[in-house]
């Protein structure tokens, strides 16, 4: 069984950046596919980036391409996410989730089994 604990969440100015990490415990971190979703007050819980277990295939959702990137240290057993240009709209709790490795990546939240507690992410205008 994995467990996923989340940092990296904070303040920041609208066009800024923050750097999202999950690390997980467990020996069978790499064969996880991994995923961040976020949930912003009063919102459903939405889908932002997907990684496969062997880090060589990403899914992003169309709000967040070309500002997030996803990635993966599996000998750290970390992934990343990595948030540029943030904007008001990125305002959210955001979560880190895995289940295990295949193909194609999953975008729902109900094909996740496993899931952090969450770190908050605000930015101001």
């Known amino acids: 069984q994995v467990q996923l604990v989340e940092s990296g969440g904070g303040l920041v100015q609208a066009g800024g950046s923050l750097r999202l990490s999950c690390a997980a415990s467990?020996?069978?971190?790499?064969?996880?596919?991994m995923a961040w979703f976020r949930q912003a007050p009063g919102k459903e819980r939405e889908f932002v980036a997907a990684i496969s277990w062997g880090g060589g295939t990403e899914d992003y959702a169309d709000s967040v391409k070309g500002r997030f990137t996803v990635s993966r240290d599996n000998a750290k057993n970390t992934v990343y996410l990595q948030m540029n240009g943030l904007n008001p709209e990125d305002t959210a709790v955001y979560y880190c989730?895995?289940?295990?490795?295949?193909?194609?990546?999953?975008?729902?939240?109900?094909?996740?089994?496993?899931w952090g507690q969450g770190t908050k992410v605000t930015v101001s205008s």
């Open positions: 467990g020996r069978t971190f790499n064969t996880y596919n």
């Open positions: 989730a895995a289940r295990p490795g295949g193909i194609p990546l999953r975008n729902r939240v109900r094909e996740y089994d496993l």
